[in-house]
Every structure is written in C-alpha cells, then in structure tokens.
C-alpha cells in the first residue's frame, strides 16, 4: 500500500502510573515478550503499509532502543520507513509538544506525491486490526475522514476512552465522555484521513489555536467543518490506560487460551518484536509452573502459577510466584511468596517472606530496588 503513510501516535495513550515513569506505555513490556507498539506496529506490516512514523512525546531513547532494527517490521525496507518522529521545539518548550505540532515538524511524507491516505493509529489498543478492508470503507464513504469504533455492552471496560454518537448514515455527531454508560460505542483512538484533508487541518490549526492536539481538531471538525465517517471494528480490543487495566487485560491472557490462540497464535497474522538471544527455559527437579507464559532465559526452581515471567529471571527453590508479573533479570529468593505483584527490571525479593497486593490493586515495585 505505497499510497499510506500510518503513524502510531504516543500523545494519545494515557501513563501507566510508575510503570511509565521512565518509559512510554509504547515500550512497555507486555505478555513478558512484547512491548505495545509491537501490536500497532504488525497490524500495519500485516496490513501492507510499509511507511510507518512513530510521534514520540517523550523519552525517544526507550522507543529507539526497542525499534532499533526496522528490518522486524518492514516486509521492504528498501523502499519503505520507520521513523521516530520528535518534535524538537516541543522538547524546548513543552506547551508546543502535541502530536500535532509534531507531524508539522515531520511533515516531510506529506509531500510524496504518491501517499493519499493517512492512517493514525493510538497502541494503547491491543486489537488485530486488517487495515485494508478499513481503508477500503473510508473511500468508499466519500467522507474526507474516518474514525474506528467499537460497539460495547460494558463501558467499564474503557473507562478512560472516549464516546461517539453515530447518526443513521455513519457518520459522528458527537465525540463525548461518559464514564457511567454501559452500551456505548468507543473511540478507538483511530483516524484514517486523506491526505489533502490533513493538510488543510494542519494549516487551520494554525488559525485556531497552536495547543491543539489531533483529538481537538478532530471534534472541531465534527462541530464546524466536515463530516466524519465512523467504521466498527468487530474484534477484540483491550484498552490499557491504567496500572490496573494492564494488570487485568494481563491476567485475562492467561486465563484464556483461546484468545492467545486467535490472537497471538495465527499463522496468518504474526505479531512481530526485537528479539533477544537467550537460552531456553530452565526448570529444575523441583519447580512446578501452571497457567503461565514465561520467557526465554529464565530459571526456575520454584512455584509459578497464573503469572507472566520476564526475561533473566530466577526464581528459586522454595520460592512462590502467583499471579504476577516479573520484568526483566528479576530474582524471587527461596521462602519468599509473591502475590498479585507488578515488578520492573531487576527487582530482588529477598527479606520479606510474604508479599501480596490484591487483583484490583496490585503491588507495583520500581526497578532496580531490594525488597
């Protein structure tokens, strides 16, 4: 698909309390070999569009360091990109630093004569997207702009995502939020767009207010200049804009293999990321590990139940693991017992022999400290 450039927005995605203090949501770790953007990214890939930019908010070094290698994602790099797109006045003052601000400064794609569409995309949404069939319905509405929506019978699934009202041809009336419905149709944080549409919305931007993000022109638009389009997507899709949403949606892999199976099993929709070479799994005479998925180059010779592992981590004979998530070169000490824990890299539990959060709150542990 030489005619669409796709940029995978990190303005939109909420923080994930501590968990993101030092890294975007976009890189990090999920289902113990993932990063987020790695969902995004594939979709895209899958998809056929090979010319991707990354608007980076913030801490680019972590985003660069997983994406290092376009080579993962590309199926031609030859002729395709991936690139991080920052917005250097931003940086200086950070009033400036909006995704909008940032496609101004990156604006370059814009002038290839080829590209006519451009789809923006929100990683805080797991979803196995097929892009085509959705680029198809856009030209297909005569609309200038789409939006991606997803019907739900349960808003507290999305509690931090925002709603639309549909008019009976399918397009957006009304973009809100509204915590308190159970039946909604959800934004999805999703914009596909022509590319002279984009290009006047840019210029109007600077007209009405140089702060405005995507989302603010976007419900500007709705209210004063043009129709936009709302297609439903069908699938699953998670939205993780919390420390506990991405405990849960977490958890919910685990307890359903089934969704692992459609999701991150299907030979003809690979979700790709960076890998790393390390050894295999070692588990000793005496571990036992149930109903979790565990990455390469760990060692266990403890208890393992229901919980995601890292990779490099040691968990020790005599230790118990239960419904958590271990980051990186964690190590569990023998006589410890975790439960309903959250730890960033290279964590040691080694004095307090009973550690335990709940399901809807869950202990998080920041990197690098001794417990």
């Known amino acids: 698909?030489?005619?669409v450039v796709a940029l995978i927005d990190l303005y939109s995605s909420r923080g994930l309390d501590l968990l993101t203090k030092d890294r975007p949501l976009a890189s990090t770790t999920f289902l113990a070999r993932y990063a987020f953007i790695?969902?995004?990214l594939s979709n895209f890939s899958n998809s056929g569009i090979d010319n991707i930019g990354v608007l980076v908010k913030d801490h680019p070094n972590s985003i660069n360091k997983h994406i290092y290698n376009p080579n993962v994602y590309l199926s031609n790099p030859k002729t395709g990109f991936l690139s991080l797109f920052i917005n250097e006045k931003g940086n200086i003052n950070p009033v400036f630093?909006?995704?909008?601000?940032n496609i101004k400064e990156n604006d370059y794609f814009l002038y290839d004569s080829k590209v006519?569409?451009?789809v923006i995309t929100d990683p805080s949404f797991i979803k196995k997207a097929d892009y085509r069939p959705i680029i198809e319905e856009h030209k297909k509405s005569g609309r200038l702009a789409s939006v991606l929506y997803a019907h739900t019978d349960d808003g507290g699934e999305f509690p931090h995502a925002k709603k639309l009202v549909i008019d009976n041809l399918g397009d957006v009336q009304k973009i809100y939020e509204d915590n308190r419905e159970k039946e909604s149709d959800v934004l999805l944080n999703t914009l596909i767009i022509d590319k002279s549409f984009l290009v006047e919305l840019l210029k109007l931007s600077n007209?009405?207010?140089v702060i405005y993000s995507l989302h603010d022109l976007i419900a500007y638009c709705i209210s004063f200049v043009s129709k936009?389009?709302?297609i439903k997507y069908d699938g699953y899709v998670r939205h993780v804009s919390s420390l506990q949403s991405y405990f849960k949606w977490s958890m919910e892999f685990i307890n359903n293999p089934e969704l692992i199976a459609d999701?991150?099993?299907?030979?003809e929709w690979s979700f790709y990321t960076t890998t790393h070479n390390s050894r295999p799994v070692l588990y000793g005479p005496n571990s036992k590990v149930t109903s979790s998925i565990v990455a390469n180059g760990t060692t266990i010779n403890g208890v393992v139940k229901n919980s995601i592992i890292s990779r490099d981590v040691t968990i020790e004979e005599g230790a118990v693991v239960e419904n958590c998530i271990l980051f990186t070169h964690s190590v569990v000490k023998s006589g410890v017992h975790l439960k309903n824990v959250i730890c960033d890299k290279r964590v040691t539990f080694k004095s307090k022999s009973e550690v335990e959060g709940t399901e809807d709150n869950p202990l998080y542990?920041?990197?690098g400290v001794n417990v």
Request: charged residues 20%; aromatic residues 10%; without cysteine.
């Open 228 to 230: 936009i389009h709302a």
């Open 263 to 267: 999701l991150l099993s299907d030979p």
């Open 365 to 367: 542990f920041p990197r």
């Open 207 to 209: 007209t009405i207010s």
């Open 97 to 101: 630093n909006t995704d909008l601000n």
């Open 1 to 3: 698909m030489n005619d």
């Open 116 to 118: 006519k569409y451009i």
């Open 38 to 40: 790695d969902f995004a």
